[in-house]
């Protein structure tokens, strides 16, 4: 008997196959292998009717028909097939695309969160059927985020004729957030502080206090514990803010003028709880912080961990640990860490909205450790912060003893405040405590000597630009978004050069900023993130079968977004729309956009003969001074909705479109996985030196720029060579 397995990723193809041993074929989707169609009204690809969604649905691209040829090969050859696509609605969602399309009747759906032999043949032996309503989900996001970003960008964003190319329902709502945390900054005033302190031959410093609070130990948390984003070190103490010099004056005159004092001498022992295990977001923030990785980073490295069998699924929001981990956590500290040991297993509470759909992030094994993990350097500092902050989520918690001391002189009172640790509890395997500071042992009454005097001028600082990471906090508390679109929206925004990054801050740019100042008079209502969250969870009742999700999309198009768009429509008919500095003229004028940086009219575009490759309409010539064209100029069509574009190839003179949207070669694959990821290599003519010549690459275009950079076979006299991975001698693979 024959059994086939269909998953996303090839990287997993060898673990599992190892783990089933013979009798199994696995073979991969390569993740999505149909979208819905670019056409209908608006290229949605699919129809708006009566409480009802017709969806028309085709393979990606080329390399989506190969895929599907390839796996309808392999059901042919099976006596029964599993689907164990990805553990979440994404995944649901491929599984049910894979059963239209290869025509399955009974597919058994199996799910794991992490690649180990005990698992995977769990879920083996406890199949279930598809999940229609996690199904519906994924088919309703599809569906609003295309009517969103299809409608809007055509309707809207293209109409303000100011170089934005998109929008999106959850992208345009992240720009906000960017761009009124911008405005902000502009619009701050700083203004002069003054910061005093006195030093005292005891050994200690203290601040001025012009009120203190009256419950005992309330201003002892001097030192607190760091989210998962906070840089290294720690913020500087200093007094309440004195607003006048001639103040400050006063205050260190008499400082330096009375005796001093000990009037309060506060203790307390406090414990402090350990932090949850990581969440997609956590995580996210944890490595920009420590590891400087930007969220598509640590998703990317998250990925090749997972499909090793090193850690389970890393998108989630469920802060739980599975029981037989927890247990297991407990045996390694007995033998490695006895006293770190709690009495009973430590369970952490979820983040409000979470959908909990399987396990926190965690290593599959907690007895491989960091240092005898096998994996790439990038893999191995990740692995160690998921390994350091699951063992530490079972630990005991840090116990402190806080101290407060309150001094005066004459009318004026200071504060000093000490933290030490007496056990160290989780804090060994994950610090986010301050170092220490500890005051002298004092008594009440006791006299002290001044030593130092002094006021800082210091001003106030406008709020900070947000990391990456601290981006990703930001839509998780706001509900924009689910676990598997942070990333991709930040690098979204980051492409379409809406935002930049300027001393590892996102800043928006003019044009960023030009579109989020258009959209909030357009499309008010749906860049708020409130808005947006109200989507989320709409989504999510459909996801646990409580709405439906065809009903509630045509209703939320008749009542909201179809009104919307055609509000937007007379606003751009009737008059311009003001956005920040600059402003969009309505399209309907000849005048071009004036953007903050330039007020010249743009040159004007002509018409040549050259068909459109998209929808056969003449292309029109549009000067250009950018320095990464071959010409002074490219193509553009401007049929409406289409917008493809040409660029000029000098070597092979001739228009070309853009390489990352030109459809591959079917003939071009060959039978060989890349040694990488485990896509097919493809075969890439070129000329060298006057002749013409074959070399096999990866045929995944993104990879190709990424972690398959180095996978490059040459022709030679046996086959295929590559300096990096030895010879492939298989003769057939030139045609």
Known sequence: MVNLLLI????????????????????????????????????????????????????????????????????????AVYIATDPDREGETIGWHLQQELRLKNPHRVVYSEITPQVVRAAIAHPRTLDQSLIAAGRARDCLDKLVGYKGSKHVVWRLNIGAKSMGRV???????????????????????????VEYEQGFKAFYRAKLNATPGTNSAAVTEQPDDAAEGKESQESDKVTHQAEADRLVAIAR?????VVTVEGKVAHQSPPPPFITSSLQQAAGAKLRFSPDKTMKVAQALYEA????????????????FCAAVRQYLEQHDPTNVPSKTTRHRAVKGA????????????NQLPAQLQASADETKLYELIWNRAVASQCCPVRLRKTRVVTQSGSVQWEATGQVVEFPGYTRYWNNLSADTQLPVLQHGQPLT??????????????PRYTEPKLVQLMERKGIGRPSTYAPTIKTLKEREYVQVEKGKLQPTSLGLALDGALEKLLPELIQPEFTAQMETALDAIAQGKQDWQGYLTDWHRTYFAPALEKAGQLLKSNAIQSGNSTVTRCDKPAAARTPSSTQSKPQATVTKTACPKCGE??????????KLKANHFLKCGAAGCGAVM????????????YAQRIPDPEAFTDVPCPVCGALLERYRYTKEGKEKVMLRCSLLENRRGKCKEVAYFEGHDGFWSPKFGTLKIESLVK
């Open 355 to 366: 959908q909990e759909a399987h396990e926190a992030i965690r290593p599959t094994n907690v």
């Open 309 to 324: 069998g090193h850690i389970t699924y890393m998108r989630t929001d469920s802060v739980t640990l599975a029981e037989p």
């Open 450 to 463: 001044l030593k130092q005097a002094d006021s800082e001028k210091k001003q106030t600082q406008p709020p």
């Open 171 to 197: 992208q345009s709502a992240t720009l906000h957030l960017l761009c009124t945390r911008e405005k902000e900054i502009q619009a701050f005033k700083s203004q002069d502080y003054w910061s005093i302190w």
């Open 618 to 627: 003449a292309m029109s010539k549009v000067p250009s001074k950018s320095k």
């Open 647 to 658: 660029f000029w190839n000098p070597q092979g003179k001739r228009y070309e479109v853009p």
């Open 257 to 261: 003028s009375t005796p001093h004092q």
């Open 8 to 79: 996303e990723s090839p990287g997993k193809s060898k673990k599992l196959s190892q783990i089933l041993g013979s009798g199994w074929i696995v073979r991969a989707s390569m993740g999505h292998v149909r979208e819905l169609a670019n056409d209908g009204e608006d290229s949605l690809g699919f129809d708006l009717l009566d409480q009802r969604i017709e969806c028309r649905y085709e393979p990606r691209d080329a390399r989506g028909k190969k895929v599907l040829a390839d796996l309808r090969q392999a059901v042919k050859q099976a006596d």
